[in-house]
């Protein structure tokens, strides 16, 4: 078996990737992978954990409900991110600033 | 009887609740809603409430004059009875600490009535309810309507809680609260400039007074320990017994000092020292002239006639101002034991009486010469508990109450019908434009009369018995009591009037009395007998000098109509007051020797009548009352004479003549206060501040007498007082636009700017910068839950303490660690008790103790040699070998003081270990802190008191 140990640091990894990549990137739409990103390696960390312990399934029905919000997470995201551009016909974060003074 | 008595016990007796409640209920129904519920409601609530107050007033009286019956006994070969207070105490307010030996004095809010405050009750009540019901009338058209009666009923329950209150803390605040409720119905129609300032100068006047009544509290409670009546009358001797240096107050030098140096030309021969007495019953009196409108505090009461007329009747006539000659009464135990207070009271009160009377002399409008008649009899009031007649004086209260209530509440019909034809405030109330309205107000006309007839003093009216009483015992009344001869024996003589004092005091209350019957007959005939001036507003008349500039607002083309007679709601109060005036004198008749008032009152002046003395031999009343009648006589014929016979021709010489009398009056006044001073106060001789002081008031006195420009009182303080206080609020208004406003303001507004031009930087509207700054925030809240800490506090219990370690989230528990003991104790726990080592709580014991030896062999006085001292407890030491019996052994205190600056030298680090669910692996991270541990108490003087 694997050990825990190494699933945990993956998903540290993954999460550290993508906590980073949301601050530093500029365009919106890397920031909304990133947080697929981010998501996704906590996904695994409950799965990982779930198998550490095989009385109950608690992990794995988590991980299926936060698929479901991620997936709906992503449509309003990018729902936003289509009115964006019809205002201001860019995907960059930094020209997004309607809400300045 | 027998229902209300087993109902409400005397020490309970809750009806009081129902006397209160519900005039405070018709002012909070009428305040609130009595717009939305309309005038008769509001009349009903109003009336209604105070008449039920009355019944249960009636209901206490009766009560308590069988309690009071029950108490009777033989003394002397007549029965006396015993000083009965009904109570009710609703709870403990506060307490705070007095008395000579600094103990706590409660103070509760309970209510005491006996047979002084049940005779007040019954006039606040009974007339507080007739003028309820002419103001009814009277207010009918106004559109305040409600607001005046909240105002009024309100009135009715600040005074009950002033003659109902067992302690001077609850007497202050229905004191303050009938000097709040005069501010607001002197100054009720307010939108006249005049009015408001009117109720300012009131209120003012009053706190003045106050002040007086608060520096006596303070005294009382420092002396005698205790700030309710029974417990002043029994501690009531500490204020001048035993005569030490302690009781005295020093005057001058202030405070007992020396004034050296560059000051020492001030510092006089013999230091100026009263007793406590005589500062309590001077502070007292202060108190007093600013309530009941005396000499120099008297000038609002003028003004106050800017009130609707049954505010003046209620409050400025037959409640208010009787409230300070009730303080005087209550606390008259206090003011028996300063002769010299005795003599003051005395003296201002028939000053007053003589000064206001001269005013009146010369008053045009109706209202204000009803106004300084009032405080010319509050001065008579006064002159009567000052020779020591307290009942003599409070019966001058009640049957003044009936016929002044009345004089005001008919003048107030006069006004009333007057108004009708002429809208000009001032106008409708001159006499100049009144006259013969005997024809077209009859009812009005004739308890006129009869009140005027009975404050004149006609014999066999009240104002007679009342009036005179106070005339013949201001000549013949001698104080002294038993402790005065102790005193005298001991070589601590009181101060002792001279003889030629009460001759003065009967002559000046006899001229007094003169005037009174001139100025009010000259009222009646100028305003009912003869023809009515009235029709002629705005032509010239015989008597007026109206300024031809403003013509009246009477249109002159339609016939005038005439004056005509007020609803039922105004002349049956007059009716019944004027009853009252007439007969009430039944009810005490000094001369004839059927005084059931004085009977009823006598337990309550218990130690007047035992202090009162009559000079040897005295001459009877009778042979007094020739004065009486003479001044009644010659002021209301020479009245008759002016105004009827000679139709007033002769006025305006006259008026002009007492004028200057009265401004004379003031200049002498001022003369006499400088020479007393030069005379009654050991000053330096030759000492500057004799000088500067008593030339001032000569100054004074000689500018006002050689003016030629009329300055009285009230202009004076105009010009002094009130203008130094109008300068400094010049200054603070300069400096507050200018420093406050211009700098301080625009500063703060400079530098908030700065600050939000540079907050705004961040709001650059980047979502992806907010989101940012949302994940740093995130991480520190989350390092504050991970990286474990705590801190330590102290507390000292003796010489064990108590260490316990402060909340913070996420922890489960804490652990100490002693830098010397237990260092391997794997429990955690939150608090930790430890206890000095064995040793150090010995060395301290054994401290205190050489202390205490050192102290006592230094102070104590030892029989023998090798006498030793051992601390039996904190308190106490005792010889030894003599535990047993105490008696020998002299007491000793000691003062300790804990010395919570101090610390121990040596520190106990206590190491702290925290963990949490978050970082079992952080176990060994450790905070620290050190503990102070403060010095127990220390001995920092003892006393050896005398063996007994």
């Known amino acids: ?101 | 009887m027998s229902f209300f008595t087993t109902l409400f016990p005397q020490d309970d007796f809750a009806l009081f609740g129902v006397i209160l409640g519900m005039p405070l209920l018709g002012a909070l129904v009428n305040g609130i809603w009595g717009k939305r519920l309309g005038k008769a409601a509001v009349r009903v609530m109003a009336v209604t409430t105070v008449v039920v107050s009355f019944v249960c007033s009636v209901i206490v009286l009766l009560a308590l004059a069988h309690w009071v019956d029950a108490t009777g006994h033989q003394e002397g070969g007549k029965t006396v009875h015993d000083h009965v207070r009904v109570t009710w105490t609703l709870w403990q307010w506060m307490h705070t600490n007095g008395g000579r030996s600094g103990g706590s004095i409660p103070i509760d809010v309970k209510f005491s009535v006996d047979a002084l405050s049940a005779m007040m009750m019954l006039i606040i009540t009974g007339i507080g309810s007739l003028i309820h019901l002419y103001a009814t009338a009277y207010m009918a058209e106004d559109k305040s309507f409600h607001r005046f009666f909240c105002y009024l009923n309100l009135f009715i329950f600040a005074m009950l809680i002033l003659v109902m209150a067992d302690n001077l803390p609850v007497l202050f605040v229905g004191w303050e609260g009938v000097g709040l409720c005069s501010y607001l119905l002197i100054g009720f129609w307010y939108e006249k400039d005049a009015n408001a300032a009117a109720g300012k100068k009131a209120f003012i006047a009053n706190r003045v007074g106050d002040f007086g009544l608060l520096c006596a509290m303070f005294l009382l409670a420092h002396f005698t320990g205790a700030l309710d009546w029974n417990g002043i009358e029994s501690n009531a001797a500490q204020l001048v017994d035993p005569p030490v240096d302690a009781l005295r107050i020093h005057l001058w030098p202030l405070g007992g000092g020396r004034y050296e140096g560059w000051a020492s030309f001030l510092q006089p021969n013999n230091p100026l020292t009263i007793s406590a007495a005589t500062a309590t019953g001077l502070a007292l009196l202060l108190g007093c002239t600013g309530k009941s409108a005396q000499i120099p505090l008297y000038t609002w009461l003028p003004d106050a006639m800017a009130g609707p007329t049954p505010v003046s009747a209620l409050i400025h006539a037959a409640t208010m101002v009787t409230a300070g000659v009730y303080l005087v009464c209550r606390l008259h135990f206090v003011f028996l034991l300063s002769p010299f207070v005795m003599m003051v009271v005395a003296l201002v009160g028939a000053f007053t009486a003589f000064y206001a009377a001269t005013i009146a002399l010369v008053q045009y409008d109706i209202k204000k010469v009803l106004a300084y008649s009032t405080v010319s009899q509050l001065g008579f009031m006064f002159l009567g508990v000052g020779v020591g007649a307290f009942s003599a004086g409070f019966f001058h209260v009640f049957t003044h109450a009936f016929f002044k209530a009345c004089l005001f509440l008919g003048a107030g019909s006069v006004i009333h019908a007057m108004h009708k034809r002429v809208h000009d405030d001032d106008k409708a109330q001159d006499m100049r434009n009144m006259g013969g309205l005997r024809k077209y107000m009859p009812w009005t006309y004739r308890t006129f009369a009869v009140s005027t007839a009975a404050i004149i003093g006609v014999p066999f009216l009240s104002g007679f018995f009342s009036k005179d009483e106070i005339m013949y015992r201001a000549y013949i009344d001698r104080l002294s009591s038993p402790m005065f001869e102790r005193l005298k024996h001991e070589g601590n003589a009181p101060f002792t009037p001279p003889a030629w004092i009460f001759t003065l005091l009967f002559a000046v209350a006899v001229a007094a009395a003169t005037m009174t019957a001139f100025y009010m007959c000259r009222c009646f005939f100028l305003t009912f007998w003869g023809d009515f001036r009235g029709w002629t507003i705005g032509r010239p008349s015989l008597l007026a000098k109206i300024d031809e500039d403003e013509p009246g607002e009477e249109d002159l083309s339609i016939p005038a109509y005439p004056p005509h007679e007020s609803p039922w709601q105004m002349t049956v109060p007059l009716i019944v007051l004027a009853t009252g005036a007439a007969v009430a004198g039944i009810l005490n008749m000094g001369l004839f020797h059927v005084t059931p008032i004085d009977h009823w009152l006598e337990p309550v002046f218990e130690s007047a009548s035992k202090a009162a003395v009559k000079e040897n031999p005295s001459p009877s009343a009778g042979a007094l009352l020739p004065f009486g009648l003479g001044a009644f006589v010659v002021g209301s014929y020479a009245a008759y004479y002016l105004y009827v016979e000679r139709k007033g021709a002769a006025e305006q010489e006259y008026i002009k003549a007492a004028t200057r009398f009265t401004q004379a009056m003031t200049g002498i006044l001022f003369i006499a206060i400088g020479a007393v001073l030069w005379g009654v106060v050991p000053w330096a001789v030759g000492g500057y501040p004799r000088y500067i002081v008593c030339g001032g008031f000569g100054a004074i006195g000689a500018y006002l007498i050689m003016s030629y420009v009329y300055v009285g009182l009230d202009k004076l303080y105009d010009e002094t007082a009130v203008s130094l206080i109008d300068a400094l609020a010049d200054t603070s208004a300069q400096f507050d636009r200018y420093f406050i406003d211009g700098v301080i303001a625009k500063l703060t507004a400079f530098v908030v700017a700065a600050a939000g031009t540079v907050l705004r930087a961040a709001q650059n509207g980047v979502v992806h910068l907010y989101a940012a700054i949302m994940v740093v925030g995130v991480a520190a809240i989350g390092w504050f839950f991970v990286i474990p800490h705590a801190d330590a506090s102290v507390a000292a219990k003796g010489s064990d303490f108590t260490v316990t370690t402060g909340a913070s989230g996420g922890y489960l528990g804490y652990a100490f660690e002693w830098a010397q003991c237990e260092p391997d104790k794997k429990v955690w726990q939150k608090e930790w008790d430890a206890a000095m080592q064995v040793d150090d709580a010995k060395k301290r014991a054994t401290e205190q103790r050489r202390v205490v030896e050192d102290l006592v062999a230094k102070h104590a006085r030892c029989e023998a040699p090798g006498d030793k001292w051992t601390a039996v407890n904190k308190e106490t030491v005792a010889r030894d070998g003599t535990k047993d019996s105490f008696g020998d052994v002299p007491e000793i205190t000691l003062h300790l003081e804990a010395d919570s600056d101090a610390i121990v030298e040596e520190a106990r680090p206590v190491r702290l270990r925290a963990r949490n669910v978050f970082s079992p692996a952080l176990r060994n991270y450790a905070a620290s802190t050190t503990v102070y541990v403060p010095r127990p108490a220390k001995v920092t003087s003892i006393e050896v008191g005398q063996n007994q």
């Open chain 1, 1 to 101: 078996m694997i050990p825990i140990e190494y699933y945990v640091a993956l998903s540290a990894i993954l999460f550290a990737v993508g906590g980073v990549g949301f601050l530093v990137r500029r365009n919106v739409l890397s920031v909304l992978m990133s947080i697929e990103l981010m998501l996704n390696g906590v996904n695994l960390a409950f799965v990982a954990f779930n198998r550490a312990a095989t009385h109950n399934h608690a992990g794995q029905l988590f991980a299926f409900f936060l698929i479901a919000a991620e997936a709906a997470e992503v449509a309003v995201g990018l729902a936003i991110v289509i009115s964006l551009f019809r205002i201001k016909r860019t995907v960059r974060t930094d020209e997004a600033d309607l809400l300045r003074n």
